[in-house]
């Protein structure tokens, strides 16, 4: 439960003085709706940073104004002139020792301007100046005020990210109110590490944000938004730490293998395995002998080898009397998994079974006997595993593959299909060493940092579309010396926003025009069987070209392919356009990357197709992917669970993750239960960032 003085915070933002049936639904755009579906709360009109301030503090008289620079100046009001037709503005004559200007208002009410700005009275206007025929002119002063209005002039005025139907000022009171909602809260920083860093305290920072008095407090580097950024990425590592801790004290089992199984595939496998692919394995296999559960992360580039991996993790499961799943986020890929582990599985005497939503009726239902018997030792398959009629006699290892398709839920329950099951994702997104951290913790972490050897570099040319028909052509010519290649759409069906964008099919019936009976197409919206034979013909070799959209992103692996063309790259984002190339060079041949893009051609667009010519190491790529786009999108936030941070910015803040990742260790070490004083207050930390399920953990625990 929730400290109940917290409430205030997770209460309706319509609570809040100002904020009517319109205002909430102008800030549900804003802010999105509450996580029951309903208004914003008054948290995140509180957590709602501004993005820059308007400074009002400059107070010159008219003689020393500049264009363009936000003045507030004393002035006395000399005369009125109102408009003389309909369409022209009204001027207000004002002027102070030094001398005159016009205000200008368009549409303006003549008796309002007559109140705003009475003949002969000293008034403060705020705004930007222009010299308009050697005179200064306000046109729509922000503010007109008179002593009273003026002493309580904000000197600077914060600027948010805003949508229809909301001023800065409106958000700005709202924030403000919510502010006053804030209890007084105990520090949970530590208080030397506060005054190392110049940092306010919680509420301090927060009021700087929303009343600062210079520029400075809204700025994005500025001490108001780098503590509360901290105090999101410390109750983050509190909450996976807590969350890691928990799991590792939940009893696992220890699954020791005898090395029987892995040791014929190995000898069976027509390569050795990499230095990287057995320290791997070795750490895997550690953690599974281990009475604690495992939670580890494979990460290795695609075409890095991490199937192998796989296979012989579960064979230690398998030789331990027990079972392995693996998941795959298509039934391409599953089928694919079926078709290259199955003839190692077996040299280990290994039984394999495919489930996806494609295996139905008595053949699933045979299935699902044979695994709850123990008959089938690693199941592969799709979601379809974790369906619950799925059981298994006693699962010991569930991997998980190309886990940012996956959601943290997903993954979950594949491993609730056994007791205390160890955990094994994989993914081929690189992700930066920063990222991991945030979104992982110490989740263990190993690394297929080590290409197989034979592999020849793909070379990677950026082409204009325009020179479409030259590059048909020389696909042409490619073909007839052997080539296979992918060809990849970024759209299914060419759609009316979208005109212009060359769809999968109509590539596919321009080419097939071009080469007859040599291209291949397979897309999402395809039946499965008709996807299945695309594959097999191109696998085979009957089909030369392979028309897709992103279907084959993930996974598929045909070592023949070297040529990889992808249209409208410029559409699309870094980790995809590397997860697409490598697809090609997988074999000893020379393999290619086209990449075509048409104008507008924007300057990320341009950085990303840069990067991809310039480098194909997957960690560099990675790294330039979180420059450009920032975290969310790298991971693709929604998909894959990770966390998105309101205040904190990976790209900007990568330093305090470590820094907040060793503070979380030290207070752990020494109040692992969080009942201490500061652990009070990290409670509270964890429940105003909404990580509420790791505060659950310590009361389980
Ligand atoms: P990914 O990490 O993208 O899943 P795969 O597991 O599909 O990569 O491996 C890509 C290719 O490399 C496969 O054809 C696989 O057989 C091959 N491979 C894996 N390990 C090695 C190795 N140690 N030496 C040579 N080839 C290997
Ligand atoms: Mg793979």
Redesign the pocket.
């Given at each position: 439960m929730r400290d109940s003085r917290l409430d205030p915070l997770f209460a309706d933002a319509t609570a809040l003085p100002g904020v009517g049936p319109k205002v909430a639904k102008a800030l549900t755009r804003l802010l999105g709706a509450s996580p029951a579906g309903g208004a914003p709360r008054v948290i995140d009109a509180l957590f709602h940073a501004p993005t820059g301030a308007v400074d009002r503090r400059a107070r010159p008289t008219i003689a020393e104004l500049v264009p363009g620079e936000i003045a507030t100046v004393e002035v006395v009001v000399e005369r009125h002139q109102p408009p003389r037709s309909p369409r022209a503005p009204y001027r207000v004559v004002v002027a102070d020792d030094t001398g005159a200007m016009t205000l200008v208002f368009f549409k303006a009410q003549g008796p309002y301007i007559e109140r705003l700005l009475p003949l002969g009275e000293t008034r403060w206007v705020s705004g930007a100046p222009e010299l308009f025929d050697g005179m200064f002119q306000m046109v729509h002063p922000a503010h007109v005020l008179d002593a009273e209005g003026v002493a309580k002039l904000p000197p600077v005025e914060p600027t948010y990210p805003l949508v229809e139907g909301l001023t800065h000022n409106l958000v700005a009171r709202v924030a403000r109110a919510a502010f006053e909602r804030l209890p007084r809260l105990p520090e949970w920083q530590d208080g030397a590490f506060l005054a190392r860093r110049g940092f306010a305290s919680f509420a301090g920072s927060l009021n700087a944000l929303h009343r600062p008095t210079t520029p400075g407090d809204v700025s994005a580097d500025g001490p108001a938004l780098t503590r509360l950024a901290y105090d999101e990425l410390l109750a983050n590592q509190l909450a996976l730490q807590l969350v890691r801790a928990h799991m590792k004290r939940g009893s696992g089992r220890a699954t020791a293998g005898d090395g029987r199984i892995a040791e014929r595939v190995t000898a069976a496998l027509p390569f050795r395995l990499t230095g990287a692919q057995a320290r791997a394995l070795e750490a895997i296999r550690a953690d599974l002998a281990a009475p604690t559960r495992m939670l580890r992360l494979l990460q290795g580039d695609?075409g890095s080898g991490?199937?192998v991996v796989a296979l012989l993790a579960a064979a230690t499961a398998v030789e331990a009397g027990r079972q392995a799943a693996l998941m795959?986020p298509t039934e391409i890929?599953a089928r694919q998994?079926l078709a290259t582990l199955e003839p190692l599985a077996a040299v280990g005497g290994l039984t394999v079974a495919l489930l996806t939503g494609r295996e139905k009726g008595r053949e699933r239902a045979r299935t699902l006997e044979r695994l709850a018997a123990g008959e089938i030792d690693l199941l592969l398959g799709t979601h379809a595993l974790f369906q619950d009629d799925v059981a298994f006699r006693d699962l010991a290892l569930a991997i998980v593959?190309?886990q940012h398709k996956f959601g943290v839920r997903q993954r979950l329950a594949l491993a609730s299909k056994g007791v205390a099951v160890d955990v094994l994702v994989?993914t081929?997104t690189p992700i930066p060493r920063t990222l991991v951290l945030t979104t992982f913790g110490d989740m263990d972490h190993s690394a297929l940092d080590e290409k197989p050897p034979g592999r020849t570099p793909i070379e990677t040319r950026l082409f204009n579309l325009d020179r479409l028909d030259e590059i048909v052509a020389a696909i042409g010519r490619a073909i007839d010396s052997g080539a296979r290649v992918y060809w990849v759409c970024p759209l299914v069906e060419s759609s009316e926003e979208l005109e212009g964008i060359a769809a999968a099919e109509d590539r596919f019936a321009h080419l097939a025009e071009a080469f007859p009976g040599r291209v291949g197409i397979v897309h999402g919206q395809m039946k499965s069987t008709d996807k299945d034979a695309a594959v097999a013909a191109f696998v085979e070799g009957r089909s030369s070209i392979l028309v897709a959209t992103t279907v084959i992103e993930?996974?598929v692996?045909v070592p023949e392919a070297t040529v990889m063309v992808i249209e409208h790259a410029e559409r699309f984002g870094l980790a995809q356009l590397h997860q697409l190339r490598g697809r090609v060079g997988r074999g000893a041949e020379r393999s290619m990357c086209l990449l075509l893009w048409k104008e507008p051609l924007g300057e990320t667009a341009k950085q990303r197709l840069e990067t991809m010519k310039a480098t194909d190491d997957g960690f560099v790529i990675a790294e330039k992917d979180l420059e450009l786009r920032g975290e969310g999108e790298v991971l693709g936030a929604r998909q894959s669970g990770a966390p998105v941070f309101r205040f904190a910015r990976m790209e900007r803040h990568a330093e305090l993750v470590r820094v907040a990742h060793d503070d979380v260790g030290l207070v752990l070490a020494k109040d692992p239960n969080l009942t201490g004083e500061r652990g009070e207050a990290l409670r509270l930390l964890l429940h105003l960032f909404e990580r509420d399920a790791a505060v659950r953990l310590l009361r389980a625990g």
């Open positions: 695609v991490k199937t795959a890929l998994h593959d190309e994989m081929a993930v996974g692996n």
